[in-house]
């Protein structure tokens, strides 16, 4: 427990973040000894020919509802689709808008219960002769006090690859939502379904690289088949190197068009198996332009500047194009 209160132990610690972790007999960080109907779902989602992944996050809406960029996800996320190897959805808008005919690995949003209204959002009403009473929303429950949402039934007839349960580690709700995903491990790995902790950081949790260790290696210990983190500035490497199965960054808030690829870029440098971005594509300027500069950073080998000119080239082209 020492770890936890921030003393070191006698040993140094020693993450061997330059041995990459072996894989033998497939391209997979930890699941070279899954059934073959997990791997191949896993091999949907991680492009084999380089073990990694861009996933297109706009599941917000089962908390934020119609959020900028989100209004319309027929207008705004179905021509991004073309570019990115996941979509992660609920099934609302899988069965009201996406094709079935699309070809992409689906992760579906497999947890919530709770809203983005915060109970500190009250304000002061006048009450009587200059007294005043605070205000708020009665039984607010807090975001972290979420259920599974789906059944495995659901995920199996929405043909999922990835189910997504959001963990809140050192909330008030973690023995739940840790219930919560290690209850739908044990049901998704009867039907071969890969699940995604995602690592949830409230106002209070620091993003920093002791707490994502802690949170995902907790969920790589009970059965997680992928993990979704932040990216953090330092030693984002020591986070991806104890954790035995593949991570992938959370975009978060949105950026910089060139901050969000160099974020992107740090990250898989440092051991990430891919990005799952959503506000830094679709509240892009250009969301086309930027899902595809995101696109060549995570298959194609650009560096974040080459990347970025794409983005500004294609935007420019679009531009040019409707002045015509």
């Known amino acids: 427990m020492a770890d936890l209160d921030g003393k070191s132990s006698e040993k140094n610690k020693e993450f061997f973040t330059s041995v990459p972790q072996e894989t033998p007999g497939f391209f997979l960080k930890g699941s070279h000894q899954y059934d073959w109907g997990l791997k191949n779902r896993l091999s949907r989602v991680f492009h084999p020919k380089d073990g ?116 809140f580690i050192g909330s008030q709700y973690e023995r739940q939502t840790l219930k919560n995903m290690t209850d739908l491990i044990d049901q998704a790995n009867r039907y071969g379904i890969a699940v995604m902790g995602v690592t949830a950081v409230g106002r209070a949790m620091a993003r920093t690289p002791q707490y994502f260790r802690l949170a995902t290696r907790i969920m790589a210990e009970l059965g997680c088949h992928l993990v979704k983190c932040y990216y953090t500035e330092k030693e984002f490497d020591t986070v991806t190197s104890c954790c035995p199965v593949p991570i992938v960054i959370a975009g978060g808030k949105k950026l910089p068009e060139l901050d969000a690829l160099k974020m ?56 040019g194009a409707r002045k015509k």
């Open 52 to 167: 990694r992944t861009l996933m297109l996050a706009f599941d917000h809406g089962y908390f934020q509802g119609p959020t900028t960029g989100l209004e319309r996800v027929d207008q705004t996320i179905l021509p991004l689709e073309p570019y990115v190897d996941c979509l992660m959805l609920t099934r609302g808008i899988q069965r009201a808008v996406v094709p079935a005919s699309t070809q992409k690995a689906i992760a579906l949003r497999a947890s919530g219960g709770t809203s983005m209204v915060s109970p500190m959002e009250e304000w002061e009403g006048s009450y009587g002769e200059g007294k005043t009473i605070k205000l708020g929303r009665p039984g607010y429950e807090p975001l972290s006090n979420e259920s599974i949402a789906c059944s495995i039934e659901e995920a199996v007839r929405l043909n999922a690859c990835v189910l997504a349960v959001q963990v």
């Open 264 to 319: 992107s870029y740090n990250a898989l440098q440092q051991g990430a198996s891919g990005v799952d971005m959503g506000r830094n594509i679709f509240q892009a300027e250009d969301p086309i332009a930027m899902v595809q500069a995101v696109q060549q950073l995570v298959h194609g080998g650009l560096t974040p500047v080459k990347a970025h000119n794409l983005y500004l080239e294609l935007k420019a082209k679009k531009k």
